[in-house]
């Protein structure tokens, strides 16, 4: 064991993810953050494994999809969050902002302590992710997002209309089992009050 281990950036970088604003272009009742937005994919990519291995046939590491999804928006950390109209407006903007995007990802790797980058960059590049991985951790950020539409309709917020009814359409066209699956059992409950909630029976 080293007594004195090498200096590193690598955290101090990550724990700036709270400084991060999702949804930039748009008036938000309560502004979220990639940091907690991460923790709530993490949340959402374990029940869909979960559910597609207990439900579906399915074989895959929950433990291991959830750490993916803590891990998944990191880059912001150098980017910044491009807002999803910009992002993906037209094809040269969305090829460029993926080429961008490793970039930032293969800086945060290089960060990590020459002992750990292996372990980090399985976690941080999509190549080192099998296609399953990589789907479930997309539809749980898609339907975290999905999510934070219902909230702000539900404070009064109309901004987030059009934004909801584009990503029904996308949870939809997966038609994956373990997503509807979450969307008819979890998600109707964000829509209700917390006294709705913590009642027995709604």
Known sequence: MQSTPPKSHFFAHLARMKLINR????????????????????????????????????????????????????????????????KYSNPVIRDEYKKIEKAAEQKLIDMA?????????????????????????KAADVICAYLKTLEELSAGNQEFGLAKKRLDKMLKAYNANEVNYFMKAFVPSFSLS????????Y
Do not use: C
């Not at 930039?24 to 709530?40: A, C, F, G, I, K």
């Not at 302590?113 to 789907?135: M, R, T, V």
């Not at 917390?194 to 029976?201: C, G, M, N, P, Y």
């Open 113 to 137: 302590p020459q002992a750990f980058k292996d372990d980090y960059a399985a976690l941080i590049d999509h190549q080192h992710h099998s296609e399953d991985e990589i789907f479930i951790v």
């Open 194 to 201: 917390l006294d709705e909630i913590t009642q027995e029976d």
């Open 23 to 86: 949804w930039p272009l748009m008036r938000n009742v309560r502004t979220e953050n990639v940091q907690e937005h991460s923790l709530q994919v993490a949340m959402v990519a374990h029940a869909l494994a979960l559910i597609r291995n207990k439900y579906f046939a399915g074989n895959v590491d929950p433990n291991k999809i959830a750490t993916i999804a803590l891990f998944h928006d990191v880059s912001e950390v150098i980017t910044g969050d491009l807002p999803t109209p910009v």
